[in-house]
């Protein structure tokens, strides 16, 4: 039987519920698509290759304008690629602007129709127009833009009615980067509800950079800067029975695979001693990383210098030259990470990994795939190798001339200067309005079904559990612009979850109930599982900055394991205007300062 009719008859076998029952018959279609097809539309490196940068594309005289077209190829493995195509056929380039520039893109969604699904209130095509009645298949797809703090609007930052279909015309994202947006690394991905895992697990992603940390912190002014990108896919296993050794997950490197069981590393090469600026992506659609640089099987200590496209306390006064530390990197999916790394000697057996993570114990119900014979733990994360550090001589022995890191000269210094100023006092001295506390839980669809998908619920205390409807524009949570507000957010289930929310940061303020002073903002933060006996639940403390007034309007918050948020556990945001009482606006600020 061909793979693609093993796989749907396997989502039938289980119980699959419809999102995955019609991913499967995409795939089936994007088969056929595949046959009909002379080349590879979303082609990938060899194993073992050098992790070459993603292609680049920079704003010219302030304007960014690019054209993408989505598509889709099966390969001769039966897993479904999708990537992100330009015109000259760059795959997934990063995009490159500075605080105040435009960038508009042309956006064409290129894959194969599919059968109707779910009902939806979505983008009808037409000029202006994001909330035409239509449906939603698994070939819907739309973009975000993962961290930056612009409008949730139609054309900028808008995902939950913003859905493009195989017969859309092109649609035009356009919006500017504000003035005083904080620098560093973010990136772009679909976010179609019920078919965002497949979609990124696939490779849709790609990497933005706003430029100008190295005036933020001038320790990276100069320093070679290289890009690397960690995707995940699903491992297709054998017929025979599951080894419990399997990952839940394969991952790549700028996607280079690095897959089970060899784990063959992808290769970096460096310059003796020579120290670089590495920005590192976790494009993963559910696989967490914890990211060690080993110099002889010795971790070495990496100089951290901004999280989540935020510098280590941007803002704050004396902000200049901070660095912190870290012997390893936590990096749920979605997070970055941007530090300083000084290269190994010549002779040096060098490489970077990510450590085992535990996301709960193994065989939980969520395993049913549509996709692949899960694994004996679907969430198992093994540590494994991500790429071999190759050391070589200035006159460039051992591999040639290097491409994989870019070089000094290829980098012109932002001469800008980030506006850190600010009206609003710092968030950690901020007086939050109200507090909530928000919890994951999860239940299977058919309590005596072992093979059951799982639901998935994030839901404010006092409320009932429910999955996001996805056909409904009720916001579960309402706040006005100039709020500022805690949040504590509770683990109820035995997985760990990744709580996201867009259009802003946020700050933390405990972890387990004890508090702590970081100094710097997240989009994304880890929430570990609950082990089901102790007394409390495992929590984070959270300061959530609704300040800005571009930030008016409706937009989610969800755990960004996308099995989960595909699985239900979305929910919506409304921030509304400002109340009359309590006067303007203090400030146009995009920004929210760690302040300590």
């Not at 989505?70 to 995009?95: E, H, I, K, N």
């Not at 090469?269 to 914890?290: C, H, M």
């Not at 006005?480 to 507000?485: A, F, I, L, S, T």
């Amino acid at each position: 039987m061909p793979p693609v009719f093993s796989r749907i008859g396997r989502a039938l076998w289980r119980g699959c519920p419809l999102p995955c029952l019609l991913f499967s018959l995409c795939l089936l279609t994007a088969s056929g698509a595949r046959a009909q097809s002379a080349f590879e539309a979303c082609p990938r490196p060899q194993a073992g290759s050098v992790a070459q940068p993603p292609p680049e594309l920079r704003s010219q005289n302030g304007v960014l304008e690019v054209h993408f077209s989505f598509r889709t190829f099966t390969d001769a493995a039966g897993v479904s690629r999708y990537c992100y195509l330009t015109s000259d056929g760059s795959q997934a380039p990063t995009l490159r602007l500075r605080p105040g520039d435009l960038l508009v893109l042309h956006f064409k969604n290129d894959l194969p129709a599919v059968g109707a699904a779910l009902p939806m209130h979505s983008h009808d095509a037409r000029p202006g127009a994001c909330t035409g009645a239509s449906t939603m298949t698994a070939s819907s797809t739309n973009l975000h833009f993962h961290g930056l703090v612009i409008p949730p609007k139609c054309h900028q930052d808008e995902t939950v009615t913003t859905l493009l279909q195989p017969s859309s015309p092109e649609f035009e994202y356009r919006f500017r980067v504000p003035k005083d947006h904080p620098p560093g690394l973010y990136w772009y991905h679909p976010h179609p509800h019920g078919f965002s895992e497949a979609q990124v697990l696939g490779g849709a992603s790609g990497a933005m950079i706003i430029e100008g940390i190295e005036r933020a912190n001038p320790l990276v002014s100069g320093l070679p800067e290289r890009l690397l990108i960690v995707r995940d896919q699903r491992v297709e296993s054998p017929a025979t029975k599951p080894d419990p050794n399997q990952p839940g997950k394969d991952l790549s490197l700028n996607f280079v695979p690095v897959s089970y069981p060899g784990y063959t590393p992808a290769v970096l090469t460096i310059k003796p001693g020579q120290r670089e600026f590495w920005r590192v992506l976790n494009a993963s659609a559910d696989t967490y990383l914890d990211l060690q640089v080993l110099f002889g099987g010795k971790p070495q200590y990496l100089g951290v210098v901004g999280l989540d496209g935020v510098p280590i306390r941007y803002g704050t006064p004396n902000a200049e030259k901070h660095i912190l530390w870290e012997s390893h990197v936590l990096l749920p999916p979605a997070g970055r990470a941007e530090f300083v790394v000084n290269g190994p000697a010549t002779g040096v057996d060098a490489q970077l990994i990510t450590q085992a993570v535990e996301t709960g114990p193994p065989g939980d119900a969520d395993t049913a795939s549509p996709a692949s014979t899960p694994a004996a733990d679907d969430d198992n994360t093994p540590s494994r190798p991500l790429a071999r550090i190759l050391v070589k001589d200035s006159d460039g022995n051992d591999g040639g001339a290097d491409q994989s890191v870019r070089a000094t000269s290829a980098l012109p210094v932002y001469q800008g200067q980030p506006e850190n100023a600010s009206s609003f006092p710092p968030l950690a001295e901020a007086t939050p309005v109200r507090q909530r506390r928000i919890y994951f839980s999860e239940k299977p669809r058919d309590p005596k079904n072992p093979n059951a998908t799982m639901q998935f619920f994030i839901t404010e205390e006092g409320h009932t559990p429910k999955v996001f409807d996805s056909s409904s524009r009720v916001p579960d949570i309402v706040v006005h612009q100039g709020d500022v507000e805690d949040w504590l957010i509770e683990n109820r289930s035995s997985e760990t979850h990744a709580f996201h929310i867009h259009q802003t940061h946020f700050l933390v303020l405990e972890r387990h109930g004890v508090p702590v002073r970081e100094p710097y903002l997240r989009d994304t933060i880890n929430v570990p599982y609950w082990d089901g006996f102790t007394p409390d639940y495992p929590s984070i403390k959270l300061r959530l900055d609704f300040r800005d007034p571009a930030i008016v309007g409706t937009f989610p918050y969800h755990c960004h394991i996308l099995q989960h948020e595909d699985g239900g556990m979305m929910g919506l945001i409304r921030v509304e205007p400002a109340e009359k009482s309590t006067g303007p606006a203090k400030s146009n600020s995009a920004k929210t300062p760690a302040g300590r």
